[in-house]
């Protein structure tokens, strides 16, 4: 069995750096986590979503006062993925699902598009360092014919730092029951 090329492995290793990034970014606004969603960028980064285009600290404010406003809950699903990496800059183009439920109007907005970033990796860590979102379509969800999910007690929904996936351990005695 031979050894595996070193270069290759540095590859691979960068590939899943760069998509941890990118899912940083989509549960960080999902969350509404600041802190989380920061981590996916470089200070001084910028976002180009159209309708906003600026420094990431002024998207941030942006970002989250526009779903808190709008949305009582979105996903962000990230889907096809290619990378261009050459040395310490990389190229990437995401395909992006983003379904938001509504406050007003139409109870679930679909929004599906691509992210095109410029990551720059700085003493070994990869962060966004220019983005730009191209929403390519939206449309909208009327009211589903089935009942309402009830949730009991298996987990607490919410977008902060409450919410059932940041609970260490996840299993509790209280949560067996």
């Not at 031979?2 to 691979?12: H, I, K, N, V």
């Not at 699903?77 to 190229?91: G, K, L, S």
């Not at 409450?162 to 209280?174: A, G, I, K, W």
């Amino acid at each position: 069995m031979t050894s595996p090329d070193p270069r290759r492995l540095q590859e691979l290793l960068d590939r899943q750096d760069i998509w941890a990034c990118l899912l940083r970014y989509t549960r960080g606004v999902d969350r509404l986590d600041e802190e989380l969603l920061r981590s996916a960028y470089w200070p001084g980064a910028i976002d180009d979503h159209g309708v906003f285009r600026g420094p990431i600290e002024e998207f941030v404010a942006w970002a989250f006062a526009g779903h808190r406003a709008n949305h009582q809950g979105e996903q962000h699903y990230v889907t096809n993925h290619v990378c261009e990496i050459d040395d310490d800059v990389a190229h990437a183009e995401t395909y992006f699902v983003m379904v938001g439920r509504n406050r007003t109007g139409t109870p679930v907005t679909l929004h599906g598009g691509r992210y095109i970033d410029q990551l720059e990796r700085r003493d070994g860590e990869w962060r966004i360092a220019h983005r730009v979102s191209m929403v390519e379509w939206t449309g909208g969800v009327t009211t589903p014919d089935l009942p309402p999910v009830d949730r009991k007690e298996n987990g607490v929904v919410a977008r902060d730092r409450s919410d059932t996936s940041y609970d260490r351990p996840l299993m509790t005695p209280e949560r067996l029951g």
